[in-house]
């Protein structure tokens, strides 16, 4: 019999994170660590990886990680200058979808593949706050491979938290949390392997950001 990839029934405690103005869920093994290997090699493969440059302070760069972009036909993203058409859902990110609906009692529309390849890559502290993705949005991000700490700084205090986001974890963002933090993957020095971030998201084809 196939083994059931999304059967959590062994997942630990939830954990909520104790931030002011913020609303952060962090569930370790959310996924067992053979369910999350599973699933990585597998979005290795079938995701339509890119490099993307981006523009900063008028020259372009070279994001520090390989993205994919996937989703509903109308869930049209734009950040930094970047509008990225979604490409089809695959098996593997579909049923991982219909886990976190059931998991978030929310919908999500399209999701953000972020592909670590070492130390090296990170992602800098941005807000997901994008007209797009409405007032209030439900980010469901799910971790495969290398543990990476995941930064969060609030916007006004500058108080910085940090949780480490391990191999098959979810973290789920919601409520203010954008709207008051910022967050982010700093790079290190030490010699690590890969890691594969998925967050889902809802587009609200509808609203139009000023960045496209
Ligand atoms: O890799 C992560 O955990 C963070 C990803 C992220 O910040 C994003 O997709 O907006």
Known sequence: MQ???FDNSSAVQPQILPLPDADVTYYPG??????ASVI???LEG???WHQDTIKIYGKLVKIPRLQAWHGDPDAQYSYSGLSMTPAPWTTTLSDLRQQLAKQCQAA???????WYRHGQDS???HADD???LGKHPVIASVTLGQARPFV???KQSKSKSKVMLEHGSLLVMKGTTQQFYQHGIAKTARQIDDRINLTYRYIHSSIKSNNA
């Open 3 to 5: 083994p059931d990839l």
């Open 30 to 35: 959310w996924l067992s660590a053979d369910q």
């Open 40 to 42: 990585k090699q597998q």
């Open 46 to 48: 079938e995701l339509d």
């Open 108 to 114: 999500f529309n399209s999701v953000l593949a972020n």
């Open 123 to 125: 992602m800098g502290m």
């Open 130 to 132: 994008e007209p797009e």
């Open 152 to 154: 969060l700084m609030h």
